[in-house]
């Protein structure tokens, strides 16, 4: 069990006593009715008035792994249906999964939902009123809900041991036939499951499934119906660790956290009948599906967690902006209408406005990495140009980044915030983030150049140019376009071959071989800093 305690999130041993309970539950002639609820469970979920109630979402990840697009984007289109509606987007954390349960991977993905401004209403960090919201500290609410469906035949143990569910497999295999279970256990007589019982033998608790078609309204797919008894057998609901299955905890979570609409990956809509089915065991309404297509990689394969270049981690690393990213993903799988496309930077309130269920495609949609590439240079402009505090804190993360790059010339360096400023207005139609900004092509934007006696051209012609930019008259405009006309003409004037001046220029300006034009550097670094590099070039070489 995992408990909150300041707001982290602590292991413990699975609690005593679930498993020990379930075996003196009574065992009785069970009977199951997947279409006709039971009188004895009171539907209590608040979906039963749905035209009066709160729209209440929830993203239920399971700790196994880090947040990827995949993960971000269903996060995201929950939180925008929510805040649409007026309504609750609720963060639980289901671990379920002992084998596969990742230490810290819980908080990582809630600190990865507050940097994409995805903030929960509900979560097991803040709490709520219908909490607790992290699986292992539901166990009371599972084994009560568990004896129910025992006690009313429509669930039963399992006593089948590892070895014959694979023999199961190998031999619909070998038939061609699709693997699943036979049902065995759920003949077994009252005392032949009491002598199990009795000598402890190990055992799961399955869901008796109905062999009728299944149909529900996928929000975004339309009609579905599914015989889901004749691809799979009875599924466990309790796994012989006293662990609920996802399919089980999930459902009964969903009802008591009271969850209108669940939106989720398209890969999910296979068990979605699964889960009605145990909605109605108990009682209680299901709330509306609506599933997700896939997103997928460039070349069209799937997104996994394993992948690097797809987890928040490297977004955040490689200087992406948290809305630059959720509008990367916005842009698989739709959702929006063409309004959206007139914005060149959409904020989130921007996306809640938009957001519709009925314009999210059915159909997968691959990444396109300069849309990324795109949505960053938008937002980093839109920070700089309409919020003054923004723009002040990127000024300081450059400031940072280039103190941290450069810190072997940390004497040289020009970090100056107007010049920090200039640079990034200079840069916006340049680069894709702000780390390309100490990138070693763009070096010479902070660092002086380091000394070279190397002689190129004479020394009093550096000078003479340096004093001619130096003058209005000579240069009105200090200008990428009128830089270039003085050059040349410069070159002419004074009988020098126009290449041998711009590799002098490039070398007393940055000492790179290669990196912006020479006008070009002129021009960001600005009248007074480039004369006062060319004098030192002149210098040097006296």
Not at 365 to 372: A, G, I, V
Request: proline fraction near 5%.
């Amino acid at each position: 069990m995992r408990y909150v305690i300041s707001g982290t999130l602590r292991r413990t041993c699975l609690p005593v006593g679930f498993l020990s309970a379930l075996r003196t539950s009574s065992v009785g002639c069970w009977r199951f009715y997947c279409d006709k609820p039971s009188g004895k469970t009171k539907t209590t979920s608040a979906a039963t008035t749905s035209n009066e109630q709160e729209v209440r979402v929830r993203f239920a990840p399971s700790p196994t792994g880090y947040m990827h697009l995949g993960g971000l984007r269903t996060a995201l289109y929950n939180y925008l249906y929510a805040k649409a509606h007026g309504g609750k987007f609720v963060l639980r954390i289901e671990d379920t999964d002992r084998e596969r349960f990742v230490e810290g991977a819980a908080e990582k993905m809630y600190a990865d939902l507050k940097w994409a401004g995805i903030e929960p209403d509900e979560d097991p960090y803040k709490g709520g009123p219908n909490g607790p919201y992290t699986q292992s500290q539901r166990y009371e609410i599972y084994k009560r809900e568990v004896k129910k469906l025992m006690e009313d035949g429509r669930a039963y143990y399992c006593f089948c041991t590892e070895r014959r569910l694979e023999l199961l497999r190998k031999e619909a295999l070998r038939l061609r036939q699709v693997p699943k279970y036979d049902n065995k256990c759920r003949h077994l007589t009252p005392g032949q499951i009491a002598e199990r019982l009795a000598k402890n033998d190990k055992f799961c608790i399955r869901f008796k499934l109905d062999s009728k078609g299944d149909e529900f309204n996928d929000l975004i797919y339309g009609k579905i119906v599914y015989f889901i008894a004749q691809q799979e057998g009875d599924p466990v609901i309790i796994k012989s660790d006293g662990y609920p299955t996802y399919h089980f905890a999930n459902v009964v979570d969903d009802h008591y956290m009271r969850i209108t609409h669940v939106l989720r990956g398209v890969e999910w809509q296979i068990s979605t009948p699964k889960h009605i089915q145990l909605f109605h065991a108990f009682g209680w309404r299901p709330p509306q599906y609506a599933h997700l297509p896939l997103i997928m990689n460039p070349n069209g394969s799937k997104l996994s967690k394993r992948q690097g270049d797809v987890q928040l981690e490297h977004y955040r690393n490689n200087g992406v902006f948290p809305q630059a990213l959720l509008n990367y993903v916005t842009q698989s799988g739709g959702g929006f209408g063409r309004e959206l496309l007139d914005i060149e930077a959409p904020q989130m309130t921007d996306l809640i406005q938009q957001f519709e269920l009925k314009k999210i495609n059915a159909n997968s949609s691959r990444l396109n990495p300069e849309l990324l590439k795109h949505f960053n240079r938008a937002e980093i402009r839109y920070k700089l140009q309409t919020d003054p505090a923004a723009a002040e804190r990127i000024v300081l993360e450059v400031t940072e980044m280039v103190r941290k790059e450069f810190s072997k010339d940390v004497k040289n360096l020009q970090l100056n915030p107007e010049h920090v400023r200039d640079v990034l207005n200079w840069s916006l139609p340049r680069i894709d983030s702000l780390q390309d900004l100490v990138k070693s092509k763009l070096s010479f934007l902070w660092v002086l150049p380091k000394p070279t006696k190397e002689k190129i051209i004479d020394s009093d012609i550096l000078a003479v140019l340096a004093k001619n930019l130096a003058t209005e008259a000579e240069v009105p405009e200090f200008n990428k376009s009128e830089l270039s006309r003085f050059i040349k003409a410069f070159a002419e004037r004074n009988h020098l071959a126009f290449e041998k001046l711009m590799k002098a220029l490039r070398s007393g300006l940055s000492g790179l071989q290669e990196g912006p034009s020479v006008p070009e550097m002129m021009e960001i670094l600005g009248r007074e800093k480039t004369v006062e590099r060319i004098e030192l070039a002149a210098g040097r070489q006296k």
